[in-house]
Nanobody, 119 residues
């Protein structure tokens, strides 16, 4: 069964850091584009970051550029999001997904992990 499980969320102060993980199973992880999205209460789900199957290319939403880093370890079937200089507006549930490289359809979404940035 295809499965994506996020972890690493929690409560941090503004300016702090957190690293999220997304553990993948049930598919050939190294063949898929991987993405992070986030959703704050009452708002639409927002794209955060993407990484190609080999990890050679990444892209980010403007609001997190220079602060967040997406990476992957294909040997461990795991996707990461390193979040630094966190701001209250980063508070959201963070989700990972796996995207087919041809056609771009989504294979699966994870259940999400809560990130709260507050003093």
């Amino acid at each position: 069964q295809v499965q994506l499980v996020e972890s690493g969320g929690g409560l941090v102060q503004p300016g702090g850091s957190l690293r999220l993980s997304c553990a993948a199973s049930g598919f050939i992880f190294s063949s898929y584009i991987m993405n992070w999205y986030r959703q704050a209460p009452g708002k639409e789900r927002e794209f955060v970051a993407t990484i190609t199957s080999s990890g050679g290319n990444t892209n980010y939403v403007d609001s997190v550029k220079g602060r967040f880093t997406i990476s992957r370890d294909n040997a461990k079937n795991t996707l990461y999001l390193q979040m630094n200089s966190l701001k209250p507006e980063d508070t959201a549930v963070y989700y990972c997904n796996a995207q087919r490289p041809r056609g771009g359809t989504i294979l699966a979404w994870g259940q999400g992990t809560q990130v709260t940035v507050s003093s």
